[in-house]
Nanobody
Framework: QAQLVESGGGLVQPGGSLRLSCAAS????????MGWFRQAPGEERKLVAS????????YYEDSVQGRFTASRDQRKNTGYLQMNNLKPEDTAVYYC?????????????WGQGTQVTVSS
């Protein structure tokens, strides 16, 4: 089955770093863009970063600008979210999602989510 498998979450101290990975698994599909979303308890899921496969252009929410970097390995159909200088308010479940090439701009394939906890 076409799916995204996330890894790299965990517990980190404030100021620390984590790198999340998001890899296509199972039935193949073509990626146009990958978005990174997060959802904290009681809050709506929101987009915090994205990367376009052709050319690698990126978008960042203001709250993560300068701290997070989205990238991709086109050969592996794998995306990465490098998170530096993490803050307690970054604590959330992080989800990757993709826009499939030829399927418009909808994020319609989602990873399982990975917990990121920033705490002393």
């Amino acid at each position: 089955q076409a799916q995204l498998v996330e890894s790299g979450g965990g517990l980190v101290q404030p100021g620390g770093s984590l790198r999340l990975s998001c890899a296509a698994s199972g039935r193949s599909f073509s990626v146009y863009a990958m978005g990174w979303f997060r959802q904290a308890p009681g809050e709506e899921r929101k987009l915090v970063a994205s990367v376009r496969w052709p050319g690698g252009s990126t978008y960042y929410e203001d709250s993560v600008q300068g701290r997070f970097t989205a990238s991709r390995d086109q050969r592996k159909n794998t995306g990465y979210l490098q998170m530096n200088n993490l803050k307690p308010e970054d604590t959330a479940v992080y989800y990757c999602a993709v826009q499939r090439a030829g399927w418009g701009q909808t994020y319609d394939i989602w990873g399982q989510g990975t917990q990121v906890t920033v705490s002393s």
